[in-house]
């Protein structure tokens, strides 16, 4: 099995996507994360929701974690103001922006070993420098794990 065959479609965003509305995408459809392209359709970074996840929790929680027990409800309501006004490009960490990705020719196990040592939760396919769609890790293991 190559990677083009197990290639699905998925929601894809663009570096100016509203976060919020990208956070809201991620949400909705309980996607692991989020394919991002340039203006011109050519993808350029995942966005995990780990990572927008990560940015709407302030630092100093991050870094202590028992001070999230003293934080109000209404702080809590207001977490996802963070990511209001801002655009995709301002959530995506420098160590993200290079797309992972895999060809559609790979095998799967070519897939595995790429998303195992990005440790990205999808793939984006290419073909051509085209994108054929994305593999995500559940999509990976139900291929290789063996039915019941």
């Avoid at 780990?50 to 991050?62: A, C, D, E």
């Avoid at 974690?65 to 960490?93: F, H």
């Avoid at 799967?108 to 995500?136: F, Y």
Wanted: hydrophobic letters at 45%; proline letters at 7%.
């Amino acid at each position: 099995m190559h990677a083009a065959q197990l290639a699905e479609e998925f929601p894809v965003v663009t570096l100016d996507t509203n976060a919020l509305d990208a956070a809201r995408l991620l949400a909705e459809h309980r996607l692991p994360g989020i394919l991002v392209t340039d203006n011109g359709g050519t993808p350029v970074a995942v966005l995990p929701a780990s990572q927008v996840v990560r940015f709407i929790v302030p630092s100093y929680v991050q870094d202590d974690p028992s001070l999230a027990g003293v934080l109000t409800e209404s702080m809590c309501d207001r977490i996802s103001d963070k990511l209001r006004g801002k655009k995709v490009r301002e959530v995506i960490p420098e160590g993200l922006s290079n797309v992972p990705a895999v060809d559609g020719d790979d095998t799967v196990i070519e897939v595995a070993a790429v998303m195992a040592r990005l440790r990205s939760p999808l793939l984006a396919v290419l073909k051509d420098k085209e994108l054929l769609g994305v593999i995500t890790a559940s999509r990976l293991l139900a291929a290789v794990l063996p039915d019941r």
